[in-house]
């Protein structure tokens, strides 16, 4: 890294741009945020950045946001919509359209990290079905899909794109609304249990995966290079037991047979018709909740890159809950 390079952060408002965004500064780089007219700025409007509003639909907008820099960190991406033809418009298209944009704006550009997703490689098969680079990708909703797309769209500009790809597993930490949702129900001293027991997934704190995508970032060995970001695998009780630990809650764990999800997707699908905005509970979460088994490995990022988590699932979770609380999310 350069004192001064200039880094383009897209989706540098959301919750891992945003902290990819700080960890740049602290680094010594200097920012350019793409962000739209509508976003909530909440978590870097403070931050000694410059803002470029722009769409990832808008072609000639982008080659304005991409003039002059060094390198672009792509994380903005849609992970709930209403249909799987926006999906791919922003998640597909909106990525290479960025990359072309680059290419024509940025002549020295040094990297373009691109942040994936686990779902491009989909569900284990089994418990001993750890997904990594070398595996097939098998993606089963349409996000998955867009995602899948866009790393193949890439690639196929790697001979000129300087492209390193990330694709964490589930992420959760302070400014995440996914996870969310957990702590408020337990905070009411609630857990609940869905299908049968010992599903598990892998998950990664938000601090270590802005670590690897720092080391992808920066190290020359991940020019090329695609990696797993990965943790530490848990069961869905043990998730709940430690949130539960985190907040001082001993809840009432509560089975929720799978079929009960369909009515409540089949009502959440309406509402969402109805306001035009994707529900967080929907037909395309169920496909992902229906399978027992989300785990992967980040062995590559670990030999490659000296990756090693610095939080273990404990720390991670008391972190995320005191800041909820502080900012009166719970």
């Not at 702590?183 to 892998?202: A, C, D, H, T, V």
Request: net charge neutral; with cysteine.
């Amino acid at each position: 890294m350069t004192e001064g390079q200039l880094a383009l952060v897209t989706g540098a408002n959301g919750f891992i741009g945003s902290h990819l965004t700080e960890a740049l500064l602290e680094r010594g780089y200097r920012v350019r945020c793409l962000v739209r007219r509508s976003s909530d700025l909440t978590f870097v409007q403070d931050l000694p950045v410059e803002f470029f509003y722009a769409d990832l639909r808008q072609g000639a907008d982008l080659r304005r946001a991409c003039q002059g820099v060094d390198l672009v960190c792509h994380c903005a991406a849609l992970t709930r919509a209403l249909d799987e033809k926006t999906f791919f418009e922003i998640n597909t298209q909106g990525a290479l359209a960025l990359a072309q944009a680059a290419l024509e704006a940025a002549p020295a550009l040094e990297r373009f990290l691109f942040l994936s997703s686990q779902a491009v490689l989909g569900p284990s098969r089994s418990a001993d079905d750890l997904r990594d680079e070398s595996c097939s990708p098998q993606p089963i909703t349409w996000y998955g899909k867009s995602k899948w797309a866009a790393e193949q769209g890439l690639q196929a500009l790697s001979d000129r794109l300087p492209l390193t790809i990330v694709r964490p597993a589930s992420v959760f930490g302070p400014r995440d609304r996914d996870f969310l949702a957990y702590f408020k129900l337990l905070k009411w001293n609630l857990s609940l249990r869905l299908g049968e027991p010992g599903r598990q997934i892998s998950l990664i704190y938000i601090r270590d995966l802005i670590d690897l995508l720092l080391r992808a970032l920066e190290n020359e060995a991940a020019l090329g290079q695609t990696y797993v970001a990965s943790a530490f695998r848990v069961s869905h009780e043990q998730l709940a037991q430690e949130i539960a630990r985190a907040m001082d809650k001993h809840p009432l764990v509560i089975a929720l047979p799978e079929a009960a999800l369909t009515p409540l997707t089949w009502g959440a699908k309406v509402q969402g018709k109805l306001s035009g905005r994707p529900p967080l509970l929907n037909e395309q979460r169920l496909l992902d909740l229906r399978q027992p088994y989300w785990l992967c490995s980040a062995e590559k990022a670990h030999r490659e890159l000296g990756f090693r988590p610095r939080y273990d699932l404990g720390s991670g979770l008391r972190e995320t809950a005191d800041w909820y609380r502080e900012q009166g999310w719970l």
